[in-house]
Protein backbone atom coordinates (compact mmCIF):
# COMPACT_ATOMS: atom_id res chain seq x y z
CA UNK A 1 0.00 0.00 0.00
CA UNK A 2 1.30 3.25 -1.14
CA UNK A 3 1.86 6.62 1.56
CA UNK A 4 -1.37 8.06 -1.24
CA UNK A 5 -2.93 5.09 -0.32
CA UNK A 6 -2.67 5.37 3.82
CA UNK A 7 -3.77 9.01 3.13
CA UNK A 8 -7.10 8.43 0.92
CA UNK A 9 -7.72 5.85 3.60
CA UNK A 10 -7.30 8.24 6.46
CA UNK A 11 -8.66 11.15 4.84
CA UNK A 12 -12.16 8.88 4.27
CA UNK A 13 -15.14 11.02 4.82
CA UNK A 14 -13.04 14.44 5.20
CA UNK A 15 -12.24 15.79 2.14
CA UNK A 16 -13.78 19.12 2.56
CA UNK A 17 -11.04 19.13 5.83
CA UNK A 18 -8.69 18.25 3.56
CA UNK A 19 -9.27 20.41 1.14
CA UNK A 20 -9.24 23.23 3.08
CA UNK A 21 -5.80 21.59 4.90
CA UNK A 22 -4.41 21.93 1.25
CA UNK A 23 -5.81 25.50 0.53
CA UNK A 24 -4.09 26.85 3.96
CA UNK A 25 -0.61 25.02 2.68
CA UNK A 26 -0.67 27.11 -0.25
CA UNK A 27 -1.49 29.81 1.12
CA UNK A 28 0.88 30.05 3.67
CA UNK A 29 3.54 28.96 1.04
CA UNK A 30 2.30 31.90 -1.14
CA UNK A 31 2.81 33.80 1.75
CA UNK A 32 6.17 33.33 2.42
CA UNK A 33 7.36 33.28 -1.13
CA UNK A 34 5.26 36.59 -1.44
CA UNK A 35 3.45 35.14 -3.86
CA UNK A 36 6.19 34.95 -6.39
CA UNK A 37 5.49 31.19 -7.30
CA UNK A 38 1.88 31.25 -6.66
CA UNK A 39 0.97 29.86 -10.30
CA UNK A 40 2.95 26.80 -9.54
CA UNK A 41 1.31 26.44 -5.94
CA UNK A 42 -2.35 26.62 -7.71
CA UNK A 43 -1.35 24.15 -9.36
CA UNK A 44 -0.21 21.52 -6.79
CA UNK A 45 -2.80 22.59 -5.25
CA UNK A 46 -5.43 21.33 -7.18
CA UNK A 47 -3.17 18.18 -8.08
CA UNK A 48 -3.22 17.43 -4.21
CA UNK A 49 -7.62 17.90 -4.06
CA UNK A 50 -7.60 15.37 -6.92
CA UNK A 51 -5.57 13.06 -5.49
CA UNK A 52 -7.34 13.24 -1.97
CA UNK A 53 -11.12 13.65 -3.21
CA UNK A 54 -11.49 17.47 -2.07
CA UNK A 55 -12.49 18.78 -5.52
CA UNK A 56 -14.29 21.54 -4.00
CA UNK A 57 -13.78 24.63 -6.22
CA UNK A 58 -11.19 27.01 -4.82
CA UNK A 59 -11.41 29.89 -3.35
CA UNK A 60 -10.19 33.49 -5.18
CA UNK A 61 -6.89 34.52 -4.20
CA UNK A 62 -6.26 37.23 -1.59
CA UNK A 63 -5.80 40.44 -3.15
CA UNK A 64 -1.80 41.33 -3.74
CA UNK A 65 -0.82 44.32 -2.07
Do not use: C, I, N
Amino acid sequence: MSVMDKLKQMLKGHEEQAGKGVDRGGDFVDDKTQGKYSGQVDTAQEKMREQLGGDRPQDPPPPRP
